[in-house]
């Protein structure tokens, strides 16, 4: 009876407790809400800086397993995007600022360098040659989105006949909400989601800003959750966004080395059209939009490499890499671009398709060591192994991508038909001459017989050898 009352008590305990905590919860985000729509009008969250506006492309270190900035074989550092001086192009390779020179200067230096100098004398490449500019530090206004978070749940398939893949993923994306820091105090230590009446406030809201370019989407495969939470260390107001599910992706297939091909899935996020950066001039401050990712993206993407059900493919390796690429109306979109490079298992092919070929047409060829007089023999052996192999093309055709191109594989299969073939040729040619001439019809016989498979194997080798 006593136990039966202490279990009672303790299951009476948690509901009240979970009810307690749940009402908490509400009115944080009661006023929360109450407090951002008694804003006078609603602010754009934008942050404020004043620097050079140069910003460097950058590369994933598989030794320190972080992102470094790109540079060239010297060393010297590559741009991504030049908000302030249009002679910065992107791809542009800077080599001295202030007489600095940067192949020496480590990641941090040259940040420290762009955000620190009022002015500058900046030395880069056009076209092989060294040309100068001064460049002075301007305010401009600034959103960064912070790509949290990437996990490749798994990818689903891969389509490659039809040139698309499908993942099963999940995001965290967020940014520094600065026209809320003083209402995001009410939040604590919880979280609040975005709603309609805060929508009627009009307070900008990305909902779709960073768009994963997919070509299929089903909504009932897909989840987006955006909240609002806040970080006392450091007194920001952050919103998240948090999305995932299936996604179909189109990509561009390389066939030619099939099938000892390698493959790059693409997974690939912009800007959306109302997030483009802005004109940058002296009279009109405009504002960019910048995917920031983090170091646990491609960790993930690592751990997935590692960790993976694929038996077609091995991911060989991955990459992530942002740049600023022009949109149809001429205007700057930030992208970011996860990479991973896969590889097609190919004993598959080699037990399948490879040997076979090779031992139906080691049948046709070993006709050669026939006696030349006896047709008939050489003939029936010939003519049984060229249909054979006719035959076996069918079994197999539907591995085989159909395409207006010689593949490795077809190019393997086309040779081997042709020296499947030349037994039969050289039968019927050398059966006129072997009454006149038993003795050079023998000769003619092994001189095809041994650089006819000569040819063959160097044939071979120069399909395979690039590719293998």
């Known amino acids: ?135 002075s530090s301007k305010k401009y206004n600034a959103i960064y989105f912070f790509f949290d978070n990437f996990v490749l749940n798994s990818i689903n398939e891969i389509v490659a006949k039809e040139g698309f893949f499908e993942i099963d993923y999940t995001t965290s994306l967020k940014y520094k909400r600065t026209d809320l820091k003083k209402e995001g105090r009410h939040l604590l230590h919880d979280t609040c989601p975005y709603n309609e009446d805060l929508e009627k406030k009009l307070l900008f809201y990305p909902d779709d800003g960073i768009i994963l370019n997919q070509f299929e989407i089903d909504k009932d495969k897909t989840y987006n959750e955006t909240f609002f939470n806040y970080s006392d260390k450091n007194d920001i107001t952050w919103l998240k966004n948090e999305r995932g599910g299936i996604a179909k992706i189109r990509s561009r297939f390389d066939f030619s080395k099939f099938p000892f091909d390698t493959q790059v899935l693409n997974i690939t996020y912009r800007a959306a059209g109302d997030l483009i950066s802005g004109v940058f001039k002296d009279e009109d401050r405009g504002t960019l939009f910048l995917i920031t990712p983090s170091d646990d993206l491609v960790k993930n993407l690592n751990f997935y490499r590692e960790n993976n059900y694929l038996q077609e493919w091995k991911v060989v390796r991955t990459q992530a890499n942002s740049e600023f690429k022009k949109n149809r109306n001429n205007e700057f979109v930030d992208t970011l671009t996860l990479a991973l490079e896969i590889e097609r298992n190919k004993l598959y092919y080699f037990a399948k398709i490879i040997i076979p070929v090779l031992l139906i047409l080691s049948v046709a060829w070993y006709v050669l060591w026939i006696p030349t007089d006896d047709v008939e023999s050489r003939l029936t052996t010939s003519i049984v192994a060229l249909l054979s192999l006719i035959a076996y093309n ?10 207006d191109i010689l593949t490795s594989l077809d190019q393997f299969i086309l040779l081997s038909y042709i020296f499947c073939a030349i037994p039969i040729f050289t039968t019927i040619r050398l059966s006129r001459t072997i009454e006149k001439n038993k003795k050079r019809s023998s000769y003619l016989n092994q001189l095809i017989r041994r650089w006819g498979l000569a040819i063959y194997v160097f044939g071979n080798f120069t399909i395979f050898y690039p590719v293998v």
Request: glycine share 2%.
């Open 394 to 403: 069918f079994v197999f055709q539907d591995d085989i991508p159909k395409l």
């Open 1 to 135: 009876m006593f136990q039966k009352r202490v279990i009672i008590f303790f299951f009476g305990f948690l509901f009240l407790q979970n009810q307690f905590f749940s009402v908490a919860i509400a009115d944080t985000c009661k006023n929360f809400y109450k407090a951002v729509t008694e804003q006078a009008e609603p602010i754009y969250p934008l942050e404020e800086v004043i620097d050079l506006g140069i910003y460097f492309s950058y590369v994933w270190d598989e030794t320190e397993q972080k992102k470094i900035i790109n540079r060239n074989k010297n060393k010297f550092p590559i741009i991504k995007f030049s908000l302030l001086e249009d002679k910065l192009t992107p791809g542009t390779v800077i080599k001295t600022i202030n007489d600095k020179n940067l192949s020496k200067e480590d990641d941090d230096s040259l940040q420290k360098l762009v955000e620190n100098s009022k002015s500058a004398e900046i030395e880069f490449y056009d076209e092989n040659k060294i040309n100068k500019i001064k460049l």
